[in-house]
């Protein structure tokens, strides 16, 4: 069974920096695509970024482009997502996601494992 836990989430005012992590159990990290999305209240689950298993590609979501970096450590089984310059708009509970296979995908519908979330508060 794979385990995802998300972790570094807060409360942190416009402007400033988080860096989110996510830790994955299983033998096999590096042969998934990991990513995160982010869901506000009232509004759909939406993408965030995305690595591929060895770290040949990475997107990001439109409104994260320039500001958050998607990041992994095979060794450690770790994802991380490092937040600059946030805005009250970031505001959400954020997701780790495991891709079934080494790529991503934008979709929601495509990740296999699901963390249960950390609370990211931008106040302004």
């Known amino acids: 069974q794979v385990q995802l836990e998300e972790s570094g989430g807060g409360l942190v005012q416009a402007g400033g920096s988080l860096r989110l992590s996510c830790a994955a159990s299983?033998?096999?990290?590096?042969?998934?695509?990991m990513g995160w999305f982010r869901q506000a209240p009232s509004k759909d689950r939406e993408f965030v970024a995305a690595?591929?298993?060895?770290?040949?590609?990475?997107a990001y979501g439109d409104s994260v482009k320039g500001r958050f970096t998607i990041s992994r450590d095979n060794v450690k089984n770790l994802v991380y997502l490092q937040m600059n310059d946030l805005k009250p708009d970031d505001t959400a509970v954020y997701y780790c996601?495991?891709?079934?296979?080494?790529?991503?995908?934008?979709?929601?519908?495509?990740?296999?494992?699901w963390g249960q979330g950390t609370q990211v508060t931008v106040s302004s």
């Open positions: 690595i591929s298993g060895a770290s040949r590609s990475s």
């Open positions: 996601a495991r891709y079934r296979d080494s790529t991503w995908s934008l979709s929601v519908k495509s990740p296999d494992y």
């Open positions: 299983g033998p096999t990290f590096s042969s998934h695509g």
